[in-house]
């Protein structure tokens, strides 16, 4: 699966998929990352990439033509090519939006610098928009790293085990159950005493059971959900 950054700051993006699970999978050509920078394509004779807002209003927009022109030509060479503009005003990313996207063959995430971009980009551009939060970031590339992080862990074969996706918090939707390791007592705190005895099937209702009320007490709004949904 490929996905391309455009930002005006790929600097700041290149060293977190270069280790770890992620920069593995990129070696094993299961994952490719690419960078596009909006600043190389403006036609501006200072080179620059952003201006006033029009109305007035504090900071700067970033313009449409070098993002236009960023995107027209990646879609000519990747017609699958599918939009994302990180943006505090759309909906919250979620993990099955992780899931549904992981199933895509290229997507191309759009930071936003300064006050944000040009409204008639996203509406042109954009296959959808995504926040990842009620909180005003500097720039789209923290959102953008968290978009790919979440769907590269759905991407088939980018875990080592697959089998640990199924039991992630938000599946069934509950939170994962409490987890342990060694030493089986730390400064007097033992793990659950069942856990050690190797019954599985009686490990996983208590895994449940402490599921449920992990879930109970940190998201009682899943909780509720999760109830209803087996019901
Ligand atoms: N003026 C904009 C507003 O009030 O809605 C905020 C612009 S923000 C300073 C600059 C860029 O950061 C945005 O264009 C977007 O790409 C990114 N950004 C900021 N907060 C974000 C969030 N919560 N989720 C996703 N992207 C965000």
């Not at 920069?23 to 403006?42: C, H, Q, V, W």
């Not at 500097?138 to 790919?148: F, I, K, N, P, Y």
């Not at 400064?187 to 996983?204: C, D, P, Q, R, Y």
């Not at 879930?215 to 009682?220: D, E, S």
Request: glycine content about 6%.
């Amino acid at each position: 699966m490929r996905f391309t950054f455009v930002t005006l700051f790929p600097q700041l993006i290149e060293g977190y998929f270069s280790a770890s699970i992620l920069g593995r999978a990129i070696e094993e050509e299961k994952l490719s990352i690419d960078f596009r920078n909006p600043r190389e394509y403006t036609k501006d004779k200072f080179n620059r990439v952003d201006a006033p807002m029009i109305g007035g209003g504090a900071g700067m927009l970033m313009t449409p033509q070098p993002l236009m022109d960023t995107l027209d030509t990646l879609k000519a060479t990747s017609p699958d090519a599918h939009i994302i503009f990180l943006t505090p005003v759309a909906k919250r990313f979620t993990q099955n939006d992780a899931k549904r996207l992981a199933k895509k063959s290229h997507i191309v995430l759009v930071s936003g610098r300064y006050e944000g971009i040009d409204e008639r980009v996203i509406e042109a551009q954009a296959d959808e928009v995504f926040s990842i939060g009620d909180y005003i970031l500097t720039g789209g590339e923290l959102a953008s790293m968290v978009l790919c992080d979440a769907i590269s862990r759905n991407v088939e074969g980018v875990l080592g085990n697959s089998e640990s996706l199924q039991v992630e918090s938000f599946e069934a939707p509950l939170l994962e159950a409490p987890s342990f390791t060694k030493p089986t007592v730390y400064e007097e705190n033992a793990v659950v005493s069942e856990f050690l005895k190797g019954n599985h099937s009686k490990i996983t209702d208590l895994k449940r059971g402490l599921a449920l009320c992990k879930t109970k007490y940190f998201r009682p709004d899943l909780y509720k959900k999760g109830i209803t949904d087996e019901k």
